[in-house]
């Protein structure tokens, strides 16, 4: 199969839960003391982890389809909590424990969904508000942005299609470069912004697009449809906020525009949305500027009610060595697995596939380091369910094989 390297010649580039003690042959006073902390409660154990690991989505405006914000919240679902976490369905995070780690992870610990299971197999106890120790709340929002930026009013998705791609132009107003390292996509109308692509381009490309189309904007898919267009942070539901890893950032360049590709998704009707973005600039040039680089296979063919079809898209031989920050494949919803790789090393495994369900992941360490010659591999695995032929295309009902790198030159 052909593959193809998009842009890479031009880089720049608690409290513990002791468990019962099944054995213990008499209750003492103590043990019965120990076997009353054994059980878990709410505000001690489940709390502090709910608003870490599940308030993100679960709050009266977020994502997840019920709040987890008071302890009557979580009493009446317990079962179906303990349930979804031990099945790992919740929270959502889908790269393999088996292949790297990423930072911020969304998986649970096996202590902490046991807790969740023996939690709610007590009845739910509430316990003592004195035992909260929760952390203060998961920050939500990025600390002092440079800039809040918007396409200046509300835009109401197209009903007539289940997803509309749409991009809007944004004038940073940018005197002089900056190092972008750190961004807020803020969702307005949340249950139908599904992702958010933000683009720097050259203002004369981008505004020629914003007035070939009438009204606010222009339909857009798969990309901006901006032959300058580079991409420069990503968003998807659940993501609060970015941070670029320490010393790294992209360059923006002074009067560049930028350009905001959203993904809507009208199943749930349609709502004016003005959604916001807030950057934050680093305030010294930073030492070492990334690039978002593509690998893709645009040239499959799935076949109609294939299962397992393949395609990898190569880098081939890397002409210089590079330092990859963090990963991000990309397939639509007939995607079954997807898995990068650099010299066989595994860079993501997705076992299961879920097109709601992507994102950026930015590694744990300190990136890793593929030297000159290696190839970055990208394997996507797909399941026809439908008696179509299925080829590279923009539509949610076509497919893609494309990641994106963050790199920095090594
Ligand atoms: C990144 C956002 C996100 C996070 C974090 C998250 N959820 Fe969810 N949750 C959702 C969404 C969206 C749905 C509905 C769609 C779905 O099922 O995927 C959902 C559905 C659920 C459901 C009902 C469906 C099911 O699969 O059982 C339960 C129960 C649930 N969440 C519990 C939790 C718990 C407990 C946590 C924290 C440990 C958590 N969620 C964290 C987004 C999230």
Not at 193 to 213: F, G, Q
Request: glycine fraction near 6%.
């Amino acid at each position: 199969m052909k593959t193809r390297l998009l842009g890479l010649s031009t880089l720049l580039v608690s409290t513990l839960w002791l468990g019962c003690d099944s054995e213990s042959p008499s209750i003492t006073p103590e043990s019965e003391e120990a076997a009353q902390k054994a059980v878990p409660t709410w505000y001690r154990d489940i709390k502090p982890i709910v608003a870490q690991r599940c308030e993100g989505c679960h709050t009266a405006t977020g994502i997840g389809p019920f709040a987890l914000s008071t302890y009557q919240d979580a009493q009446a679902r317990a079962a179906a909590l303990a349930d979804s976490v031990k099945a790992r369905r919740m929270p959502p995070w889908l790269p393999s424990p088996d292949c790297q780690k990423f930072s911020p992870e969304r998986r649970l610990s096996q202590k902490e969904i046991d807790l969740f299971v023996a939690w709610s197999q007590a009845g739910a106890p509430q316990g003592n508000p004195a035992d909260d120790k929760s952390l203060p709340p998961v920050r939500l929002s990025l600390e002092s942005p440079s800039v809040t930026l918007d396409w200046g009013e509300a835009y109401t998705p197209s009903a007539a299609k289940q997803d509309d791609y749409h991009c809007f132009l944004i004038d940073p107003k940018l005197q002089k470069d900056q190092d972008l390292v750190a961004y807020e996509f803020a969702p307005d109308q949340r249950h139908e912004v599904h992702h958010a692509l933000i683009y720097s381009a050259t203002m004369a490309d981008a505004k020629a697009k914003d007035d070939a189309a009438p009204g606010l904007g222009w339909p857009c898919s798969g990309s901006s449809d901006v032959k300058s267009a580079e991409l420069v942070a990503t968003w998807v539901p659940g993501e609060t906020f970015a941070e670029y890893p320490t010393r790294t950032g992209i360059r923006i360049r002074a009067g560049s525009a930028l350009i905001a590709q959203l993904h809507y998704n009208t199943r749930h009707g349609v709502t004016p949305d003005r959604s916001r973005l807030k950057l934050r600039y680093s305030e010294s040039p930073v030492p070492n500027r990334a690039t978002i680089v593509p690998i893709a296979n645009a040239s499959f063919v799935i076949n109609p009610y294939q299962k397992g079809a393949t395609a990898v898209a190569s880098s081939g031989p890397l002409p210089v060595p590079l330092k990859i920050w963090g990963v991000f494949p990309h397939m639509h919803e007939l995607g079954r697995s997807a898995k990068i790789t650099a010299n066989n090393d595994c860079l993501v495994e997705i076992p299961q596939w879920q097109f709601h369900w992507q994102q950026m992941y930015f590694y744990d360490s300190d990136g890793i380091t593929v030297p000159k010659g290696s190839e970055v591999k990208y394997t996507c695995t797909w399941d026809n369910s439908t008696g179509r032929t299925i080829r590279w295309g923009d539509g949610t009902e076509d497919e893609m094989c494309i990641a994106f790198f963050y790199t920095t030159l090594y």
